[in-house]
């Protein structure tokens, strides 16, 4: 099992990881809401975990948007 962490950072605000959460990882917006908030506040937080394959295809997509992320197992 593995899971994606997301990191705060300055260039991504609560709104624009609020919604690059709900369009990578399928969340509700209430729900993707919480994890940005919980991200900007705390400065990282375990967003998503599964088979390695698809943490790494989702980690991808936000580190193409400049969101850094970590997999951890």
């Given at each position: ?36 908030t919980i991200v900007n506040s705390k400065g990282e937080y375990a967003i998503k975990q599964g ?23």
């Amino acid at each position: 099992m593995a899971r994606l962490i997301l990191y705060k950072s300055k260039q991504c605000n609560t709104t624009y990881l609020t919604a690059c959460i709900i369009k990578f990882c399928e969340f509700q917006p209430e729900q993707a809401e919480q994890c940005a908030t919980i991200v900007n506040s705390k400065g990282e937080y375990a967003i998503k975990q599964g088979e390695y394959e698809e943490i790494e295809e989702i980690s991808y997509l936000f580190e193409n948007v400049g969101v850094v992320t970590k997999i951890t197992e």
